[in-house]
């Protein structure tokens, strides 16, 4: 279960003071598969960054399986990042100088699994997403389709508890999008972890579990 | 609007364009740093000499022993002149150097001359100048002090402060060991440092303190203009006696500072060695600062800015940081040039001449150059990459492996002109055999191959450890790919980190080298158990002797076996004075001085007929061989001498004559001794013998008495001196190389912060990400190093077999050790290391998200 309680972020603009959350509110079920919409600028990105502890809550809590990831430290919350959260980003963030399986054992590595296993589960899947004949090529010699992909993997490989998407299809083309999202949420569903989507395309978000609208900082359900 | 923007740019990135500065005004300040030091050194003696000299347009010398002052009594009596002109104007000089001291202070050398009041023409010293000196109103009543109270000298106002001395102040004056009582009877009050080493008495009180009764060092002579004068000149010429000449003064004031010009020419060429390192890092810090904004430079051009608008814009940005580069290099120069006087001057002292050096002199020649050097540098740095990116289409963003594939064929033809630049400087060194200029272009030619091969090297070795350890560890394989990736950072880095590291294996192997071959020297030539030399300033002075009586006292010592003799003189030649030392040696000493040319067995008995064996630095300054020979300046005129051999010599870079004692005496009428060697019988203990000398000589001649132990480390702790210049200017040039890393690597940080990001959303921690940064500019030190090894064995033997041969004529043994590559390692490491701690640092602290969002 991840529950956010009163999570408060603000951001000094000049002289401005910009509340992006203030005292935003929610609770999802493990395995749930969630949306948040919202605005351009309205928090979406701060509200994953501060769940997975890249950022820092100024006030409020985000509890995952009963344990308050606020309160730890930069290190403490950096491994419960490379343990249990899984990141897709819009604009893929591979890392250039690595081909594709490594791109995706890294994460694996940094969980301490290495040589031949972590070869072996990095290709299977990259199999799963389609990628099995890719995996010593290039990322920058890959379709915005397939670097989307190789995230994805990067983001599952290690099986994560729950997986963070920002804007994942936001920098894909429409039928691209709809290749890339199931491929998203099987694999996502298939290992049971929690999926938390930030998008601006209404209809994908409305085929997941529940929908939450970020607005003036709170969070609220929508449709029901 | 445009230039506001290029302005933010700089403001933004505060740390770089300090870093950039600091790089950029170290290596002026190293040049500036280095003129300061020699200019003031030769402007301190250039003030003496003209303190000294006055107004004389020229010199009658003699030889060892001076001239007989009955000549000057007789140029005086029966003047010169050509009829129509004024007759020529003489003074008589006697000078020497003594030792000043008191109970109350250090002792200080200084250079004593000695004038007459009534017939100065050179030192002002004329009866109202002493009176104004002395505090007197009255001229007469100082000409009285002056001429009668015993030990009457006046110095500088400032080096009596110096020395705790007041007007009426007794201290002693040490001549080759002997002391004798003065007074201070005034101080010149003088703000020029003319002065500064000078310690003036009355002719006659010189006379007898150096033991020079009768004797002149020179007569001044002030030639009038016009013909007339050259006239007189010519018949004061055919009037002078045998071993008599007659010399411009200011040539004999250069040839005093010619002695220092290979020393000045090596300082020199070393802080080049800075400059040249901080140029390739204004190069990288100029292109990265251009290559960061080529988007909002494309931006620029999107909207309509013109090529020559973006060329503009990027060439000011460079000049304005090389102007303020080269200022504050000045300010940083001026401060490490008044430290490096004090090194300057005491190897000046140790090898060359006295000179006190009092106040630090900026030639405006050396402003301009650091100007010049500081602006051109940083403009010639930023001219490729303003070029380039002004060239550019006006797209909104260069990609960024557009750029690295430029960087890595750059680095492809680089090793072109490596190869190029190496071949270059082999030639250079076969084609020119003497040229002291183009050794230092062969050097600089070779340490600026090794700068164009690093990149190369770094891209191949970081590829091969991408590949190799990458296949165990994505994470290795990021480390290394990302330095192979970003050549256009890395390469001039490392470049710049190889140079300094190959510059230090070269200095650091030289200066083993010749330290090996001079202790081995003096192993050989050191045969004595015991030696006592009369003590004071300059190696060749005649007032350096062993007075007779002490002598005879020493050798009654019980316990020594035999004894040799020299006597250290400077001597007169048609190619200016020249260092000779006349020796009377035991069979031992024949078989110590390794001859480099010539065979022994002839050369020895040859030497004992009257042949010279000369030194090799002196067979190299005037190209002299077997069978030549050699001319000098005899009491009975000049004489030429046959060349019997060549020896090995380190003690003097300007060459030394060696002739047989009863030689030296037949021709130059000087039976003095400077000082023994003592060999002892066997059984007897150096240190009882060395007791006894002392008790013999006590309270008669304070003489230099030493084992052959101390005597070696005496000799070894004056190398190490000189060389202490050379390792504060090597140590400057890798803290260039330093920052220009650090410089280097924050820009790389910047460029890098994303990925590093994204492996820290993914589970990267704060340490893990500084690591990663240390490795990677530890490897990058460990490249430097491989590609520094051979280079800097090169420099090596250019160092030892070209410069110091070509600058000083000495040959020197190679020596290898394994501690000089251990110190390059540990320099190129630690330097790396250091320089990643602030990026590793920063990194770490760096926000993730933040660094994300930036793309």
């Not at chain 2, 290029?6 to 190293?30: D, M």
């Not at chain 2, 003129?35 to 347009?57: C, H, K, P, W, Y």
């Not at chain 2, 010169?80 to 030792?99: D, H, M, N, R, W």
Request: charged residues 20%; glycine residues 10%.
């Amino acid at each position: 279960m991840l529950i956010l309680k009163q999570l408060c972020r603000s951001f000094h603009e000049g002289g401005r003071v910009h509340r992006v959350l203030d005292h935003a509110d929610a609770r999802i079920e493990k395995g749930a598969a969630v949306a948040v919409v919202g605005r351009s600028g309205s928090g979406k990105s701060t509200l994953l960054n501060v769940i997975s502890g890249i950022d820092q809550a100024d006030d409020g809590t985000v509890e995952y399986d009963g344990r308050d990831i606020t309160a730890l430290l930069e290190p403490a919350r950096t491994l419960f990042r490379r343990q249990h959260v899984g990141f897709v980003y819009q604009f893929f963030n591979l890392i250039p100088t690595l081909d594709v399986e490594e791109n995706v054992r890294l994460a694996l590595e940094l969980n301490g699994v290495r040589g031949a296993e972590a070869r072996r589960r990095s290709a299977a899947l990259l199999g799963e997403v389609g990628l099995g004949d890719r995996l010593h090529s290039a990322v920058d010699q890959l379709s915005g389709g397939e670097q989307q992909r190789v995230a994805i993997a990067r983001a599952l490989v290690h099986e994560p508890a729950l997986v963070l998407a920002d804007e994942p299809t936001g920098n894909l083309d429409e039928e691209t999008a709809r290749q890339v999202f199931p491929v998203l949420v099987s694999l996502t569903r298939e290992r049971g972890a929690t999926l938390l989507m930030v998008t601006h395309d209404s209809a994908l978000a409305g085929s997941l579990d529940r929908v939450l609208e970020l607005r003036d900082g709170r969070l609220k359900p929508v449709g029901g | 609007m445009l230039w506001a923007a290029s302005l933010r740019h700089l403001l933004r990135h505060p740390a770089q364009l300090a870093l950039a500065l600091i790089g950029l005004s170290l290596g002026v300040a190293t040049i500036i740093a280095v003129d300061i030091a020699t200019a003031s050194s030769q402007r301190a003696f250039e003030l003496s000499m003209d303190a000294v000299n006055g107004s004389a347009t020229h010199q009658i010398v003699g030889g060892p022993e001076g001239i007989d002052e009955r000549l000057y009594v007789e140029l005086r009596t029966h003047p010169v002149a050509s009829g129509s002109g004024a007759p020529l104007e003489l003074t008589p000089i006697v000078e020497g150097y003594v030792t000043v001291g008191s109970s109350a202070m250090a002792d200080r050398e200084m250079q004593l001359v000695g004038v007459d009041p009534l017939a100065g023409l050179g030192v002002a010293t004329s009866p109202a100048d002493l009176g104004r000196w002395a505090g007197h109103q009255n001229r007469i009543g100082a000409l009285r002090k002056w001429l009668t109270e015993r030990g009457s000298v006046v110095m500088a106002a400032g080096t009596a402060r110096q020395l705790g001395l007041e007007t009426g102040s007794r201290f002693r004056v040490g001549v080759g060991g002997v002391d004798y009582p003065a007074v201070l009877i005034g101080q010149i009050a003088q703000e020029s440092a003319a002065y500064d080493a000078l310690l003036l008495t009355d002719i006659a009180q010189a006379q007898e303190w150096l033991g020079r009764v009768g004797r002149l060092s020179r007569i001044d002579v002030r030639m009038p203009k016009g013909p007339e004068g050259e006239a007189e000149l010519a018949l004061l010429r055919q009037r002078l006696p045998p071993g008599v000449g007659l010399h411009e003064a200011q040539g004999r004031t250069r040839e005093s500072l010619d002695m220092t010009g290979a020393f000045t020419t090596n300082l020199k060429a070393m802080s080049l060695l800075a400059l040249l390192v901080s140029t390739l890092l204004i190069y990288g810090a100029v292109s990265f600062a251009v290559v960061q904004r080529r988007r909002v430079i494309g931006i620029l051009r999107a909207l309509g800015a013109t090529r020559a608008e973006v060329l503009l814009i990027v060439l000011a940005e460079a000049a304005v940081l090389g102007v303020v580069g080269a200022g504050l290099g000045l300010g940083l120069g001026l401060l490490i040039g008044r430290e490096l006087i004090v090194l300057v001057s005491r190897t000046i002292n140790d090898l060359y001449f006295v000179v006190a050096v009092s106040e630090a002199v900026l030639p405006v020649s050396s402003v301009v150059k650091a100007l010049l050097g500081g602006f051109g540098t940083a403009l010639a740095a930023a001219l490729l990459p303003a070029l380039e990116v002004a060239g550019s289409a006006p797209q909104l963003s260069l990609r960024r492996s557009v750029l690295e594939a430029r960087a890595v064929n750059l680095a492809r033809r680089l090793i072109v002109v490596s190869a190029v630049l190496a071949a270059g400087a082999g030639i250079v060194v076969m084609v020119s055999t003497r040229s002291l200029f183009a050794g230092f272009a062969a050097l600089f030619m070779l340490l600026l191959s090794v700068a164009a091969i690093t990149p190369a090297v770094l891209r191949g070795l970081a590829r091969a450890a991408a590949h190799f350890v990458g296949r165990a560890s994505p994470i290795a394989r990021l480390a290394f790919g990302d330095i192979a990736a970003s050549l256009s950072r890395t390469g001039v880095a490392v470049a710049a980190l190889g140079m300094a590291v190959a510059a230090m294996i070269g200095v650091s192997i030289m200066v083993e080298s010749f330290r090996e071959s001079l202790r081995d020297w003096l192993g050989h030539t050191m045969r004595a158990d015991v030696y006592v030399t009369a003590p004071g300033p300059g190696a060749d002075r005649p007032e350096r002797r062993i007075e007779p009586g002490v002598m005879q006292a020493l050798l009654a010592i019980p316990g020594i076996a035999s004894h040799s003799e020299s006597r250290q003189v400077e001597v007169e030649s048609p190619s200016g004075p020249l260092a000779m030392s006349a020796l009377r040696l035991t069979r031992v000493g024949y078989s110590a001085l390794q001859l480099a040319a010539g065979d022994a067995a002839r050369a020895w008995p040859a030497f004992e007929r009257g042949a010279v064996i000369v030194s090799e630095p002196l067979a190299w300054r005037l190209q002299l061989g077997l069978g030549k020979e050699l001319t000098l300046s005899t009491a009975s005129g000049l004489r030429r001498f046959p060349i019997a051999g060549i020896y090995r010599e380190y003690g003097n870079d300007r060459g030394n004559v060696l002739i047989s004692l009863e030689q030296y005496r037949r021709y130059w009428h000087d039976d003095q001794v400077t000082a023994m060697g003592l060999y002892l019988a066997p059984g007897v203990e150096a240190a009882t013998v060395i007791a006894g000398l002392r008790t013999a000589a006590h309270g008669r001649q304070a003489l230099l008495i030493r084992s052959n132990a101390d005597i070696r480390a005496i000799s070894m702790s004056i190398f190490e001196r000189t060389f202490v210049i050379t390792r504060v200017l090597y140590w400057l040039a890798a803290g260039v190389a330093a920052v220009g890393l650090i410089s280097s690597l924050l820009a790389w940080e910047l460029e890098r912060s994303h990925e590093i990001a994204i492996v820290r959303s993914i589970g990267l921690t704060p340490v893990g990400a500084g690591l990663l940064i240390e490795a990677q500019t530890g490897f990058m030190g460990l490249v430097a190093l491989v590609a520094a090894i051979p280079a800097g064995l090169l420099t090596a033997v250019v160092l030892t077999d070209v410069i110091n041969r070509r600058a000083f004529g000495w040959r020197i043994d190679l020596h290898l050790t394994v501690a000089q590559f251990t110190n390059a390692l540990l320099l190129a490491l630690v330097a790396a290391l250091a320089a990643g701690v602030y990026p590793a640092w920063r990194t770490a602290r760096a926000s993730i998200a933040g660094d994300i969002r930036e793309e």
